[in-house]
């Protein structure tokens, strides 16, 4: 497995065929322009590192870029700064205190790419390179990497391989070697469920589990987590606890509430959501309600993709790629179940993706088909979503991830 680290500079799926949609354009520049800018270079020795705004970056699906907004969270404005690297970018994600970006990559070797940040310009710069595969794999590479809560670990997704794999973090946010990986199996009756393919990897709130949506498994897998060694294991001797979804459901995402008790699964293939129970001591989910993201009579695509639970634990979203909509849910406090309270077009074709902003107030949505990034308001009390009209063009977008100013709360990936 190859590490590579720069020390010297450290301090999926169709597409529908439709246009974007007209929204407010709040960039410097043309999209076009911006997409024809070179890559941003490293900024002057000297250079200011203070910034007034937030940076937010989005991975391409297909496109090999990562591309950088600007965004002044008083205002509700972005600016389009283009592509600030080339590189593969299934999914990113930034270090919650440091200037360092990962970018996990799509081709065989399962790469992630550490890049620091240059916070005044938002330009990137590689500083670091691992390989988490062992062994060539199909097309896809990695679904999804995601850090722990400590930020001393990186959790991987590897679709294409159907394997979960750790790998430690530095105190100056570089990555070492792959501390351990952990291999799914089970196969689904779609076509796309031919074998096991990892989407996600969440640990616990007690730290000591790992659980992994699988896919292609119909599954959810309970890995046990070594928070010293960082170390993922089987646990039992007959393989790792799982939950088991209904056949052809394609598990993708996976939330827990704040009350540490309620885990939401979102499922690709049908759409729908599922509110389980946690029992951190026996380390097993048991199911206690299922909703659907579709509209009822909802014909044609069926696909369910994002998932986030506001800080609160008041409110869970969904994005239905489907029907390009977001579904709002509000929670009940006192049993973690569920009610859909609000059903909104996304702003665009095909939610890939979303992000909620630290600070609560915003909604980004990466909307692959139409290429656009657009911004809806979050309604303090009543978690509801408002379109503000305001998007960046970016080619394909397929996830976001944000590098917060001074002073913001802290970020909270899910």
Known sequence: MLVTNAFQHVPRGGRAQRGPSRRTVLVTLSSSAATALPLLSAAPAGASPQRADDLLYIGTWGQGQV?????????????????????????????????????????????????????????????????????????????????????DALLVADFAAGAAATVPVGADGLLGPVASRVQDTGSGPHPRQSGPHPHHVVLAPHRKSAL???????????????????????????????????????????????????????????????????DATKGTLTHRQTLSTNTPGHTGV???AELAVSSDGRHVYTSNRGESTLVVFSVNLGT???????????????????????????????????????????????????????????????????????????????
Not at 93 to 122: K, M, W
Not at 362 to 391: M, P
């Open 336 to 414: 973690g179940l569920l009610t859909e309270v609000q059903r909104v077009p996304c702003g665009g074709v095909t939610p890939w993706s979303f992000a909620l902003h630290p600070s609560g107030r915003w909604l980004f949505v990466a909307n692959e088909a139409s290429g656009t990034v657009n911004l809806f308001r979050v309604a303090r009390g009543s978690g509801h979503l408002t379109d503000t009209g305001t998007s960046v063009a970016v080619p394909f977008p397929d996830c976001i991830t944000f590098r917060v100013r001074a002073g913001t709360p802290g970020l909270t990936r899910f």
């Open 212 to 278: 992994v949506a699988d896919f292609g498994a119909d599954r959810v897998f309970v890995y046990d987590y070594d928070r010293a060694t960082h170390r993922l294991s089987a646990g039992a001797p007959d393989g790792p606890a799982a939950y088991l979804t209904a056949p052809g459901s394609g598990p993708r995402r996976l939330a827990f509430h704040p009350n540490g008790h309620t885990v939401y699964l979102l499922n690709e293939l049908t759409a729908d959501l599922q509110t389980l129970h946690w």
């Open 67 to 151: 591309h950088a907004v600007r965004f002044d969270p008083d205002r509700g404005t972005m600016t389009s700064l283009g592509p600030v690297a080339q590189a593969s970018a299934n999914w990113v994600t930034a270090h919650p205190y440091r200037p360092v970006l990962y970018v996990a990559g799509a081709e065989q070797g399962g790469f992630v790419r550490v890049f620091r940040i240059h916070d005044a310009s938002g330009a990137l710069r590689k500083v670091g390179e691992v390989e988490t595969q062992s062994a060539p794999a199909g097309s896809g590479g990695l679904s999804f990497i995601g850090l722990t809560p400590d930020a």
């Open 302 to 304: 069926t696909s369910a």
